[in-house]
Structures are given as structure tokens and as C-alpha cells.
């Protein structure tokens, strides 16, 4: 299985602050990379498809990129209701596998 | 819109027998895939496996195989999660999502359905 590692595991950040996410994937998974935001008790929101395709209906503050092993979601001008945690997936083969998370925290 | 609506918690014994349902509605319920993904208390998400509704054809991730099935029912647009000789270990949220089969991402998902297995 591709094991995908996300960093950090969670970090702490201001309402109009820019943040970084990273995810790594085991071997090279070309753009098959997809982001995913989940807040306590709902389900995971699809943010990002394609390493960086926007999801219809998300805005344009999400955004991501890379491509091979190494990926990154750049959230912009974060909002109370970015914080959550986020989890990247990848697909290129069987079976799909997740990041662990990087929960986004209110400092 | 596309939903995907599932069955509500459950609160079940060791040994018993579960199924979780997941209705779609909006879109061509045999053109997409469905996945199940589960999530143990405080932890990741793992995938189960798909069913293509079309036909019913799954696959299932090897580390699940034996303990979960899947069936779809296309009469009424819904995907079922089967899971037999329940254990503590296998208490969690389960969710479906829609995809379109291999390297496919994960578009909307289910709220989820709470599992808790106690004696």
C-alpha cells in the first residue's frame, strides 16, 4: 500500500493568517491527490481533486499544488470556519490511502 | 443536488450482524461507484472498498476482506455496507462516498453512520 504522511500533525495559526499543509506519498502517485476538510462530527468535505483542482463550490482561498511524492494545500486569509482538520488522499492505485491529518487550530 | 443519505447510529453486541445503507439521490445512481470508508474514534480514515451499483461488482481492501460485504439495490438508489461477527474493534463512523471506480477521488460523502459494539 501507498503510505501517505502529512505534516504537521497540527498547528496553531490567527484569523487572516496563510497556512502551509504537506503531504508526502510513498512512491510517485503523478497528480492523483485529493484534499479533503473535516470539522467534528460531519463528514469529510472534498476540497481539492487532482493535486490541484478545485472541488465546484469551494473558494478560491483553498488552493493546492505538487505533483510525483510531494503535495501541498495552501489555505489564505483563514476564517473560524477553516479551522478543522485536513486530510489528503491518494488514488493512484488500491487501496486509496489517507494522510493522517493536520488539524488547524485557532492560536 | 447530490446527497448521499445513510442509516442512523447503531448499538450493537459482539458477534451480531450490521448493515448500513446509503441513499443517493441527484445524480445517475449506477454511474459512479460507491465507497466505504471507515473512521475509529479519533483516528484516520480508512477505505474498505467499492461497489459499482451498475452491477454490483466490489472490490475490497485486503485488510477488510472476509469481514465486510457490499450490496447496492439500483431499484432504490441504495448502497449497503454489510458487516458480520461484530467486535469491539470494530466500533467507528462509516461513511459511503461516490466515486468513478479506480483513481477516482471521493465526491460527496454520507454523514456517517456511528457504530458502537458493547456487551
Known amino acids: 500500500d501507498i503510505q501517505v504522511t502529512q505534516s504537521p500533525s497540527s498547528l496553531s495559526a490567527s484569523v487572516g493568517d496563510r497556512v502551509t499543509l504537506t503531504c508526502r506519498a510513498s512512491q510517485d502517485i503523478t497528480t492523483y491527490l485529493a484534499w479533503f476538510q473535516q470539522k467534528p462530527g460531519k463528514a469529510p468535505k472534498s476540497l481539492i481533486y487532482g493535486a490541484s483542482k478545485l472541488q465546484a463550490g469551494v473558494p478560491s482561498k483553498f488552493s493546492g499544488s505538487g505533483s510525483g511524492t510531494d503535495f501541498t494545500l495552501t489555505i489564505s486569509n483563514l476564517q473560524p470556519e477553516d479551522f478543522a482538520t485536513y486530510y489528503c488522499q491518494q488514488y493512484n492505485s488500491d487501496p486509496p490511502t489517507f494522510g493522517g491529518g493536520t488539524k488547524v487550530e485557532i492560536k | 443536488e447530490v446527497q448521499l443519505v445513510q442509516s442512523g447510529a447503531e448499538m450493537k453486541k459482539p458477534g451480531e450482524s450490521l448493515r448500513i445503507s446509503c441513499k443517493a439521490s441527484g445524480y445517475n445512481f449506477t454511474t459512479f461507484w460507491i465507497s466505504w470508508v471507515r473512521q475509529m474514534p479519533g483516528r484516520g480514515l480508512e477505505w474498505l472498498g467499492r461497489?459499482?451499483?451498475?452491477?454490483?461488482?466490489?472490490k475490497y481492501n485486503p485488510s477488510f476482506e472476509g469481514h465486510v460485504t457490499f450490496s447496492a439495490d439500483k431499484s432504490i438508489n441504495t448502497a449497503y455496507l454489510h458487516l458480520s461477527s461484530l467486535r469491539a474493534s470494530d466500533s467507528a463512523v462509516y461513511y459511503c462516498?461516490?466515486?468513478?471506480?479506480?483513481?477516482?477521488?471521493?465526491?460527496?460523502w454520507g454523514q456517517g453512520s456511528p457504530v458502537t459494539v458493547s456487551s
Open positions: 462516498a461516490r466515486g468513478s471506480g479506480l483513481r477516482s477521488w471521493f465526491d460527496p
Open positions: 461497489i459499482d451499483p451498475i452491477d454490483s461488482y466490489t
